[in-house]
């Protein structure tokens, strides 16, 4: 275990400085004098020398780029050209909104997506089974932004049962905040849930049809038991490696729920920075964005290596 | 028996004599009343394109109180499939169990899955050929060997959990209590298979089906485990149904055997009579098999293969292999005639008793 | 289930997460023999998912080709009907706030889905599969080095990568293209990898390096074949991915620009408009749904009929 976790940690930072020298090179490649861009009104010949020598420009690549990995450790991750507040309090802001999306999503997602699972595998290639992979299917084929607009036109205009934009914070009015979210929940959650219903499904026939499930009812475990305890509990440790692999994916619908649903995070201030030519902070959203990306797949990772025996004691 | 070696043979006189001994034990006054399992008539059947296709054809045994009965036979011959069918273990549909499974009275195809669960682990405990896939990965071998008497026995958790330590000891396993604690893929084989035997009988089963318990076992281990069963059957007068295609470990451990091929039984006979004068072809085959340590003769053979169940021949469906075959044995089945005192086989050429040896 | 503990091995959810060996055919036998491809069809055939799914595909093929034929209006022109009318027998698809006929609209936007998902995913294939082939056979440094780097990349969700990627090269068409290339090749690379260090152990190839035939004709002729089926199937999930990603992209307006027909900014400009016009968003998103669904549907039947292993 703790040869895996070393090695998972090490691969870990290996990716998040692959990740960093990617973005840093995109944010170089920017056409334009990046200082210049920074400056922006208020500029001056002396203040541009200066912010030029700061940032390393006058140095090669390497130390730009080291300088660069310094003020991000630091939490600066410089100003915003727009209104020039700092963009680390820009995303700090915008964080929280897209957590509470991706988790009200994740635990929507989840609570689908098991019991359709379940049911499919066990009554498989019977009506049940179809139907709830057929749903699954169409669940995340459904383009989610489409998807939200329709659910806003069908629940929000037609039955206005729900609100069709905004957020708020959970602290402010916490049923008024989680009753927002929940179309948008909806939306995402239901995409995330016909990815993961077909993987339960397969991992739970696969469990199945093992020797120690028939040995365990020849011992005289009674079905239920058979199924919810003794095969779960092997179908499910794979199955949470993928909900961390899909978390990615989930980060990425969540930038279009956030544009169709108005919400304040990382993601509509990521689409609203690039249209207006903000680089610093598309930066700062996508540095944290992936960052957030790669450390839950760590997390999952280690969940899964202590979830599973074969790899918690060697 | 002297010989730990699976070629008896090599042993001839010494064994056949112990051998005719064992069998005289085995069957010696035993009253219907000890008749443990009886089974009749059991069909498997499996639906498939060509229509329903039968694994297990009328296949008919009994195993007494203390008896070690071998069900023998190549891979394909239903033998598996056979044992799994007395616990219901076969998932149906696709396949559909037909005939009476008799266990102490009572027909166990015919109880609802709650009387059935009562029973197995139980009164009827089953033991695989991979020891080490038959134990769940994820839960501590303690742990199972204790879930398999919380699940029938009366007695608090404590008490039962202080048991199942005891028995991992008593199965051989070193350190037990340290050991219950630990996961499956901590074990090796022979060990996991210990544990089996010991969740097998810590019900004090009165049937303990084994297939092919030490198939996936080196031969050393091999003996220990048969050993222990054995001596479940002396000691403990628990009915063995062995489930083997190793002619050695049949000669080495049962007082009965049953050949089976494409499922059906073709020989059913005390081990001297196997052994000795084996009354159907096929059986004469499989002795044949095995290797003599004296002389440099030729190793036998069948020729051919057993085929697929959907390509069963008519007839008796050993006929195309079978050295003495008759123009009669493409057309009729043979059923399973006397062939000796305590033999009988499916055969057309045995026309009378007191063929075989006594 | 048997999920390596270290994300090596591809584990998307498109190709469901079980080990498997590509379908080892043997010596440069590939999947393109003349009774291979008639048993193919006939496996292929039996899931009727899968068949929709290649009638819808044909269906968005016959779309954009014959766009200028099938459409009754110019898809650009406006004014050609009264504005936010709603689906009638001269629009079937209705108007949208400027007055376009909404069908001829949603018949040519096939192209640009079309184009970005077939062109996209073709250049993510040619560079993943080689990147793959070489990672995997020559192994070492160069493995390590090229699978960081396929890493690095995986690690971003493709949308937020293709905007960064459009934050420096600006919007448009081929932009959408390229980024949406990049964003796949990590995949390619991974499955393509994997498969091919299974195949490296496999006899044959020893015997071909023993023979002395050369490393990048053994890649070529020995271990490519053998890798492609699952390089096919994942070539064809990836294209629904592909358009929807295109969709979003235009969605979020940083696709092709007006007044080219995109399905996703289709939908963007129908949005303001849904409380008076729904018909604005939502039929050119039935349009957009069927066609990934039918894409995915397809993509399902691929990889049950090319390596049923993977199925359950």
Same mark, same amino acid.
């Given at each position: 275990?703790?040869r895996?976790v070393?090695?998972r940690?090490?691969q870990t ?12 090179a995109l944010m170089?490649m ?5 200082v ?9 010949h002396?203040?541009y020398?200066r $912010?030029?020598?700061?940032?390393g420009f006058?140095? !090669?690549? /390497?130390i730009?780029y080291l +300088?660069? @990995?310094? &003020?991000?450790l630091?939490?600066?991750f410089?100003?915003?050209y727009?209104?020039?507040e700092?963009v ?7 964080? $929280? ?7 009200? !999503?994740l /635990?929507?997602?989840?609570? +689908?997506? @098991?019991p &359709?699972?379940i ?6 290639d ?6 709830a992979m057929g749903?699954?299917?169409?669940a995340?084929s459904?383009?989610?932004f ?8 069908v629940?929000s205009?037609g039955?206005?049962?729900f609100?069709a934009m ?5 602290w402010q009015?916490?049923?008024g905040?989680?009753w927002?979210?929940?179309l948008p929940a909806v939306?995402?959650?239901t995409?995330?849930s016909?990815?993961v219903?077909r993987?339960i499904?397969s991992?739970?026939l ?9 040995a365990?009812?020849a011992k005289?475990?009674?079905q ?7 095969a779960l509990a ?10 961390g692999l899909?978390?990615?994916t989930?980060?990425?619908g969540?930038?279009l729920?956030?544009?169709v649903?108005s919400i304040?995070g990382?993601g509509r201030?990521?689409v609203a920075a ?5 680089y610093?902070v598309v930066?700062?959203?996508i540095l944290v964005?992936v960052f957030?990306?790669v450390?839950v ?5 280690l969940?899964y ?5 074969r790899i918690?004691?060697? | 028996?002297?010989?730990a ?5 090599a ?7 112990a051998l005719r001994?064992r ?5 010696g006054?035993a009253a219907?009343?000890d008749?443990v399992?009886?089974?009749?008539d059991?069909t498997?059947e ?10 297990v ?10 008896e070690?009965?071998g069900?023998v ?5 239903g033998?598996?499939l056979?044992?799994e ?6 998932r149906?549909p696709?396949?559909?169990?037909g005939g009476?499974?008799?266990?102490q009275g009572?027909?166990?195809?015919a ?7 009562r029973?197995?682990?139980k009164?009827i405990a089953?033991?695989?050929?991979n ?5 769940n990965p ?18 608090s958790?404590?008490t039962?959990?202080?048991r ?15 050991r219950?604690r ?5 074990f090796?084989g022979?060990?996991?298979q210990?544990v089996?035997?010991g ?5 004090v ?12 076992l080196?031969?050393t281990i ?14 403990l007068?628990v ?5 083997s295609?190793d002619l050695?470990?049949?000669s ?9 091929y494409g499922?059906k039984?073709?020989e059913?006979a ?7 004068a084996?009354a159907?072809p ?13 002389g440099?003769a030729r190793?036998?053979s069948i020729?051919?293969?057993m085929?697929?169940?959907s390509?069963?021949p ?6 195309p ?11 009729e089945?043979p059923e ?6 305590e033999?009988?086989a499916a ?12 | 289930?048997?999920?390596p ?6 584990v998307?959810a498109?190709?469901?997460?079980l080990?498997?060996?590509p379908a080892a055919l ?5 999947v ?10 006939r496996?292929f055939?039996?899931?009727?998912g899968?068949?929709f799914g290649?009638?819808v595909f044909l269906?968005?093929?016959a779309?954009?080709?014959f766009?200028?034929v099938?459409?009754?209006?110019d898809p650009?022109a406006q ?13 079937w698809?209705g ?7 909404i ?8 192209r640009v ?10 250049i993510?294939l040619?560079?993943?599969v ?12 160069l493995?390590a ?9 995986f690690?971003?969700?493709?949308i937020?990568l293709?905007?960064?990627?459009m934050a420096?090269?600006?919007?448009g068409?081929?932009?959408v ?5 990049v ?9 393509t ?6 195949v490296k152990?496999?006899?044959y ?5 023993l023979?002395g035939?050369?490393s990048p004709?053994?890649?070529a002729?020995?271990?490519?074949p ?9 070539a064809?999930?990836r294209?629904s991915?592909?358009?929807?990603t295109?969709?979003g ?7 092709p620009?007006p007044?080219?027909?995109a399905?996703?900014r289709m939908i963007a400009?129908?949005?303001?408009f849904i409380?008076?016009a729904?018909?604005?968003?939502t039929i050119?998103?039935?349009a957009?749904m069927?066609t ?5 549907l397809?993509g ?8 049923p292993?993977?199925?359950?």
């Open positions: 275990m703790v895996f070393v090695s940690l090490g930072l290996a990716v998040l400085f692959t990740v960093s020298v990617i973005i840093f170089r920017i056409p334009g004098d990046p210049l861009m920074m400056l922006g009104d208020d500029f001056t002396d203040a020398q $912010l030029r020598a700061k940032l006058d140095r !090669s690549i /390497v730009q +300088i660069w @990995v310094g &003020s991000i630091r939490g600066d410089g100003d915003s727009l209104n020039h700092r680390s309090r820009l995303v700090f802001d915008a964080f $929280l909104p897209t957590a509470s999306l991706v988790v009200a !999503s /635990v929507v997602g989840v609570l +689908i997506a @098991v &359709s699972g049911v499919a595998a066990m009554r498989r019977s009506p049940w089974d179809y139907g749903f699954a299917i169409f995340y459904m383009p989610g489409w998807k939200g607009i329709v659910l806003i036109w629940f205009v039955l206005g049962w609100p905004g957020y708020v914070h959970p009015d916490l049923w905040g989680l927002r979210l929940v939306t995402l959650g995409f995330f016909g990815l219903a993987i499904r991992s739970l696969e469990v199945l049809d093992q020797d120690y499930i028939k365990a009812r005289g475990v009674r239920a038991a058979l199924v919810y305890r003794h092997n179908a499910l440790i794979p199955v949470v490696t993928v909900i899909q978390f990615g989930l980060l990425g969540a930038v729920t956030e544009t649903f304040p990382m201030l990521t690039i249209l207006n030519r903000d610093a930066q700062g959203a964005g957030a990306v450390v797949n760590l997390f999952v990772d969940t290596a202590f979830l599973n025996p918690r004691l060697t | 028996m002297g010989c070696t699976p070629s008896i043979r042993c001839d006189a010494d064994v056949t004599d001994a069998s005289a034990a085995g069957n006054g219907p009343a008749v399992l009886e089974v009749r059991l498997v499996f639906s498939s394109e060509a229509g329903p296709l039968r694994a054809d009328g296949v008919s045994f009994h195993v007494r109180r203390g070690i009965v069900l036979g190549e891979s394909g011959a033998k598996s056979t044992s069918a007395i616990l219901r273990l076969i149906c696709p396949g559909r169990i009476e499974v008799r266990f009572r027909d166990l195809l109880l609802d899955e709650a009387a059935l669960s029973i197995r682990g009164d089953m033991i695989f050929q020891a080490g896939a038959s134990l994820v839960f501590r071998v303690g742990d199972q060997l204790l879930e398999a008497m919380t699940l029938h026995l009366p007695e958790r404590r039962l959990r202080e199942a330590v005891e028995i991992l000891g008593r199965v051989g396993i070193p350190s037990a209590s340290a219950a630990d996961y499956p893929h901590q090796s022979g060990m996991a210990r089996m035997i969740m097998g009988i810590s019900c089963p009165s049937l303990l089906i084994a297939d092919e318990p030490t198939t996936a080196d031969v091999q003996a220990q485990v048969l050993a222990l069963i054995r001596r479940l059957a002396s000691e007068g009915a063995v149904l062995l489930v295609h050695g470990i049949i080495q451990m049962c007082h009965r055997v049953l050949v089976m499922g039984i073709v059913e005390s081990i001297a009579a196997v052994f000795g084996p159907h096929y059986t004469r085959g499989l002795i044949d098999c095995l290797p003599r340590v004296e440099t190793l036998g020729a051919g293969a085929p697929g169940l390509a069963m008519g007839g008796c469906r050993f006929h292999r079978c050295p003495v075959a008759e123009p009669r044995c493409a057309v089945s399973l005639r006397r062939a000796g005192p033999q009988i055969c057309h050429l045995i026309l009378e008793p007191a063929e075989g040896a006594a | 289930m048997s999920v503990a270290a994300r090596g091995q591809a998307d498109e190709v469901l997460p080990h498997h060996a043997g010596p440069a036998e590939g393109a023999t003349r009774a291979g491809v008639g048993r193919w069809w496996r055939a039996r899931n009727r899968a068949v290649l009638a269906a968005v093929v779309m954009a080709v766009a200028p099938l459409a009754p209006h650009i004014g050609v009907g009264k504005p936010l009318q709603g689906p009638s027998l001269a629009h698809a108007t949208d706030s400027f007055g376009r006929d069908l001829s609209r949603i018949i040519y936007g096939a889905a079309l184009v970005v998902g077939l062109v996209a995913v073709l993510a040619v560079v993943g080689t990147l793959g082939l070489v990672a995997g056979y020559y192994g070492g440094w493995d080095v090229i699978m960081r780097v396929m890493d690095g990349l690690a971003f969700p493709i937020i293709a905007i960064a990627m420096v090269m600006g919007f068409v081929t932009n293209i390229i980024a949406v290339a964003g796949f090749v990590a995949p390619f690379a991974r499955v990898r994997g498969d091919v260090l299974a152990e496999e006899p190839i020893e015997a071909a390096r023979a035939v050369g004709a053994i890649i002729r020995h271990v490519l053998n890798v492609l089926a699952p390089i096919i199937v994942q064809a999930l294209v991915g592909a358009i929807i295109e969709a992209l235009s969605f979020l307006g940083l696709g620009p007044p080219t027909p399905w996703g400009e129908g949005q303001a409380v008076m729904p018909h604005i968003s050119p998103g039935v957009l069927l990934i669904v039918g894409l995915n397809l399902d039947g691929l990889r049950d009929t090319l390596d292993r993977l199925r359950r």
